[in-house]
């Protein structure tokens, strides 16, 4: 497995390190998924390390919360270059490889559906997600190449501690709202990312798996 960061190296040789000894086998390569010649640069290090390509998990994403007032160009710029160009340019690099059976997994989010206020600039690159992964479900589905939308509601990450967003009123109304009554782990959305990325799912293509205890 390639485990891709943009900054930070010792999270991903971490999470490499564990892969490999639970018995499987991950590198860490560097790549900002909103460059072309980067994206290309993960994708080919997949395939001069393993020779092959089964499965792409589109995951890079950033997010920010502010009113339509404080929304500038520069935010939407880099909050649209990794959400929505840097995933068309992955996918972009992935399907010159990805054969039959190869799957494309988009993480979106709940938001596109929720459209949470402060959310336009996020909410919008998740719902530009949800469309996108429509469109390539039946563009790729002639090279039997599936392609779906993993959307979480509320998940407790680096992502979303580093925001700020872990124990505020925003978690604690998203929770509410749940009805399985708590933020999200890491380890709820990776079993489903398993199960797209595996045969188990393999009359699925071009859907949105909303994971989220519920929220929607
Ligand atoms: N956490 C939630 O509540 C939640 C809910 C719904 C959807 N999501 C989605 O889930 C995904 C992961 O979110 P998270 O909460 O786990 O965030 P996170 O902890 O901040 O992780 C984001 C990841 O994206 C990488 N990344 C950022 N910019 C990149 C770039 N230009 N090129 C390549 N990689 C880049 C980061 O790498 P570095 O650390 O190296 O910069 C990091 O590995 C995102 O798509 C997010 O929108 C999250």
Redesign the pocket.
Known sequence: MVV??????D??NRVATDIVSAGGQAVAV??????AA?ARG?VDAAIKTYGRLDVLV??????QFAPIEAVTEQEFQRTF???VL?LLLTTQAAVKYLGEGGSIIN?????SRLTPANGAV?AG??GA?DAITGVLARELGPKRIRVNAL?????????????G?VGTDFENTLVAQTPLGR??R?GD?ASIAVFLASEDSAWLTGERLIA?GGLR
């Open positions: 891709n960061y943009a900054s930070s190296s999270g991903a560097r790549g900002d998924v909103s460059k980067d993960i589109n995951n890079s994403g950033v997010y270059g990794i959400n840097g993480i979106g989010s709940v938001a996020y690159t998740k997600v959307n979480p509601g509320f998940v407790t990450t680096e992502g979303t501690k580093a925001g967003y933020a999200g890491p959305i989220g």
